[in-house]
């Protein structure tokens, strides 16, 4: 079965940092590009950002929203995803989402979703 | 970037009835367009991808088609668990973008 699952999140004070996991099984993992979404308490979708997987040199993407906070890494002798953020406001109060990206560039699987407050 | 937008922002329908609910993009994105469902307290799950394929799984009686600018999400005949909140998705171009999203409701 392909499975996405996400850990990691929790509660952290504003100014300080988090590192979410997500692990992959039931695929090549490293075949594919993984992306991070999230979703703020009663908001709508918004992407956080992208890594391409070794042919394409794990490069990766980011939203301006979070780009110089966050970090996007993966291991793929782990068959994992990881997301380092750091300088954390409030408003990064979300449910974080790993995602796999097919081979036409779409999302296609989704993760449960691990919630991360940003509250003193 | 590439804005998308999504209407209705929400709808109420029986059961039986035939749903559309349309997005536009503020740019061409030829047909590089997702759809997404989300169920209450759920993982949003992918249902349909470049405009109007479906993902692996998802019944029939969904469909999407347009091109460019401007998509819909059609679904033929809505049953209890096709009540949801709907997304567009681009991913013609970064940062990827989502609608607002459609909540579709029981009437």
């Known amino acids: 079965e392909v499975q996405l699952v996400e850990s990691g999140g929790g509660l952290v004070q504003p100014g300080g940092s988090l590192r979410l996991s997500c692990a992959a099984s039931?695929?090549?993992?490293?075949?594919?590009?993984m992306d991070w979404v999230r979703q703020a308490p009663g908001k709508g979708l918004e992407w956080v950002g992208r890594?391409?997987?070794?042919?394409?040199?794990?490069?990766?993407e980011y939203a301006a929203s979070v780009k110089g906070r966050f970090t996007i890494s993966r291991d793929d002798s782990k068959n994992s995803l990881y997301l380092q953020m750091n300088s954390l406001t409030t408003e990064d109060t979300a449910v974080y989402y790993c995602?796999?990206?097919?081979?036409?560039?779409?999302?296609?699987?989704w993760g449960q979703g691990t919630m991360v407050t940003v509250s003193s | 970037d590439t804005q998308m937008t999504q209407s209705p922002s929400s709808l109420s329908a029986s059961v039986g009835d035939r749903v559309t609910i349309t997005c536009r993009a503020s740019?061409?994105?030829?047909?590089?367009l997702a759809w997404i469902q989300q169920k209450p307290g759920k993982a949003p799950k992918s249902l349909i991808y470049?405009?109007?394929s479906l993902q692996s799984g998802v019944p029939s009686k969904f469909s999407g088609s347009g091109s460019g600018t401007d998509f819909t999400l059609t679904i033929s005949s809505l049953q209890p668990e096709d009540f949801a909140t709907y997304y567009c998705?681009?991913?013609?171009?970064?940062?990827?973008?989502f609608g607002g999203g459609t909540k579709v409701e029981i009437k």
């Open positions: 890594i391409r997987n070794k042919v394409n040199s794990y490069t990766t």
């Open positions: 995602v796999r990206v097919d081979r036409q560039s779409a999302f296609d699987i």
């Open positions: 998705q681009q991913y013609n171009s970064y940062p990827l973008t």
């Open positions: 039931g695929f090549t993992f490293s075949d594919h590009y």
């Open positions: 740019q061409g994105i030829s047909n590089h």
């Open positions: 470049a405009a109007s």
